[in-house]
């Protein structure tokens, strides 16, 4: 299947704790992202990658992270895990340029939970 | 700074009817505006994607209308089903922002057999 896909679906973890959301996407784009949805379900940019190059990075705290081995990944590392970070973080992909449609596709979401 | 307001925040129809949802934006300035479909606890499915240059985009029942000029979008769900029922959200990118896409809160759609 062409998609996004992220793993864990869902991660319950302590606060204190560092942790990491895998994303995998193959369908050859070459711009990826990471959304936040809070509890009041506002969805949020965080970070994108093009080229494996950070291009925006909104007021995000520095716990958080992006990492991209390649083109078809990013992968988000959180350190410090506080109560706030308890949200649904979603992976995106798009191709993007001139010549591109643009449509962001987003993965299934991972659930993190701080306790 | 861009905010992206949809209206209404929930909406419950009959089986069968037609029904609008709407989505305005306050900076005209967009390089394109996109329609999702959440489900409970899923991800988000991308619906259409309207370029700043077109004024609306269907795929079978549903139509997605772009108005720059007044800041406006709408998607109109044709005979809706059940199985419509969703949240759905409004989102624009505008020009420059490398793919930052600005999001509306949503209209949580439930259709009734």
């Known amino acids: 299947d062409t998609a996004v896909s992220q793993t864990p679906k869902y991660l319950v973890t302590q606060m204190g704790n560092d942790k990491s959301i895998k994303c995998e996407q193959n369908?050859?784009?070459?711009?990826m992202y990471w959304y936040k949805q809070d509890s009041k379900k506002f969805l949020k940019i965080m970070f994108s990658?093009?080229?494996?190059?950070?291009?925006i990075n909104e007021t995000v705290p520095n716990r958080f992270s992006p990492k991209s081995p390649d083109k078809a990944h990013l992968n988000l590392h959180i350190n410090s895990l506080e109560l706030g970070d308890s949200a649904v973080y979603f992976c995106a992909s798009s191709q993007d340029g001139p010549l591109s449609y643009n449509e962001q596709f987003f993965g299934p979401g991972t659930r993190l939970t701080v306790l | 700074k861009q905010e992206v307001t949809q209206i209404p925040a929930a909406l419950s129809v009959p089986e069968g009817e037609n029904l609008v949802l709407n989505c305005s934006f306050t900076?005209?300035?967009?390089?394109?505006l996109q329609w999702f479909r959440q489900d409970p606890g899923k991800g988000l499915t991308s619906l259409l994607l309207i370029q700043s240059s077109q004024r609306e985009q269907t795929s079978g029942r549903l139509n997605a209308s772009l108005d720059k000029s007044s800041g406006r979008s709408t998607l109109y769900i044709a005979a809706s089903q059940p199985g419509d029922s969703a949240t759905y959200l409004c989102?624009?990118?505008?020009?420059?922002?490398?793919?930052?896409?600005?999001f509306g809160k949503g209209t949580k759609l439930s259709v009734k057999p």
């Open positions: 369908l050859g784009h070459d711009t």
């Open positions: 989102a624009v990118r505008l020009w420059g922002s490398q793919g930052n896409l600005i």
């Open positions: 900076d005209s300035a967009i390089y394109n």
């Open positions: 990658y093009n080229n494996k190059e950070l291009i």
